[in-house]
């Protein structure tokens, strides 16, 4: 989700907001402000938004009940969408979101005996390494009709995955050579999801200064099948006293073998409840149920560990009333996440989350333009996975900041 929702436990489902874009329902596109000429009801003037996230996450692994424990920590690239009106109630939106990260080394080391004596024979090194990732460049449109929306993103899911594993066994009167194990899969494909909202007014209407509403949002995808194509070497190597691995010999080794990603379908039913106030002023409330079919998914044919799984998300804003000083034109937010993690090694993980942010405005003296904002998001999030009935469990803390960037374009100049 974008930092604005993800602040708000990671609602999105019938959340619209002018000044950020909402790509995980393209419904919300139809919101994307206009200013239009009163005879002809032509556009002469839009609010073109560019909408630009960062991470910086710390993840914390731990055996439980065991004193061990493994942190990383990572600035990463979160999403850059453009959002711009085409007339009135018809947007179009596109950008560029990574959608998975691979990223891992592990490093095992064990004694091996002989099964009939017991004797300790050889000592073994083995390194796990995962590296890789998949991204999404889309563009998509949201039209509405009165107080129904509907949009659709279209987009080219691709990336690649690699894995190897490299053993090394050590002994005082024989000589190994190590051995290395690799898998090498890319993937892309066309890749389309879609939504659609409905708004019912409880209080007032569009054109009034104060109004309560109730937005309904639906989104989600289809099972998609994804091209893919693996390499797959199996070789030996020596090491120098510089770390540099040099091929000995190739045992098996595969190019280009034709295979699949079957990605799993999954979809996003949720409200939002707000109240806007004569001067901007406000609240919302807002809660989602998101469920993936993640039992269908297959990686290059393969079953993974994955399971069925669902999350609950509920989240809210609050504006106070507009005033002098900077705090009142601030906007706070805060919600939380629930469900089971979609992956299941030996047991369910249970997942919880809460979450905190702040839309803090730039301020300026710049009267130029009505049209003109700038705004800095900000999300943090505290994640758990697993518990201690788990083999492992996992804390995450995540500091996400968005900059959201508003201008008029298409402006209609006239001349005295």
Do not use: C
């Not at 005082?172 to 909202?197: A, K, M, P, R």
């Not at 289809?222 to 070789?235: M, S």
């Amino acid at each position: 989700t974008n930092i604005s929702t993800r602040s708000m436990g990671g609602i999105s489902a019938g959340y619209v907001d002018v000044l950020s874009v909402n790509f995980n329902n393209p419904a919300s596109y139809s919101g994307f402000q206009t200013f239009l000429e009163e005879r002809s009801k032509k556009l002469i003037s839009g609010r073109v938004l560019l909408d630009v996230g960062v991470n910086i996450e710390n993840r914390t692994l731990r055996v439980p009940n065991q004193p061990e424990k493994f942190s990383s920590s990572n600035a990463l690239f979160s999403y850059v969408q453009l959002g711009m009106p085409l007339r009135k109630n018809w947007g179009l939106s596109f950008g560029l979101r990574p959608m998975s990260r691979v990223s891992y080394k592990i490093n095992q080391r064990e004694l091996l005996f002989d099964p009939l004596t017991g004797k300790r024979i050889d000592s073994a090194v083995t390194q796990y390494t995962g590296d890789g990732g998949s991204y999404l460049p889309s563009i998509g449109t949201g039209f509405a009709i009165k107080n129904f929306s509907a949009g659709v993103n279209l987009g080219y899911l691709f990336g690649k995955k690699e894995s190897s594993t490299r053993r090394s066994l050590f002994n005082d009167s024989v000589s190994y050579n190590s051995s290395n194990h690799t898998s090498l899969g890319s993937f892309g494909d066309v890749f389309v999801n879609g939504g659609v909202q409905y708004r019912i007014n409880i209080q007032g209407n569009k054109e009034t200064p104060k109004q309560t509403y109730l937005r309904l949002g639906l989104s989600g995808n289809l099972q998609q099948t994804l091209n893919a194509t693996q390499d797959i070497t199996r070789e030996t190597f020596i090491r120098d006293a510089s770390n540099v691995d040099s091929r000995i010999d190739s045992v098996y080794e595969r190019k280009d073998v034709k295979s699949s990603i079957i990605y799993p379908s999954s979809y996003t039913a949720g409200f939002v409840l707000e109240h806007i106030k004569e001067k901007g002023d406000g609240w919302l409330l807002g809660a989602d149920l998101t469920k993936t079919k993640w039992s269908n998914f297959r990686y290059l044919g393969a079953v993974d560990s994955v399971q069925d799984n669902w999350q609950l998300h509920v989240g809210g804003q609050y504006r106070p009333e507009f005033g002098r000083a900077y705090f009142s034109k601030v906007a706070y937010r805060a919600g939380f996440f629930v469900g089971k993690d979609y992956i299941k090694v030996n047991k369910s993980l249970p997942q919880l989350g809460l979450t905190l942010g702040m839309a803090l405005p730039i301020v300026t003296n710049n009267r130029q333009s009505l049209g003109q904002f700038t705004v800095v998001n900000v999300a943090l999030e505290v994640e758990k996975r697993g518990n201690n009935d788990n083999l492992i469990k996992e804390n995450m803390f995540r500091l996400s900041v968005g900059l959201n960037f508003s201008d008029l374009w298409f402006n209609k100049r006239k001349y005295d």
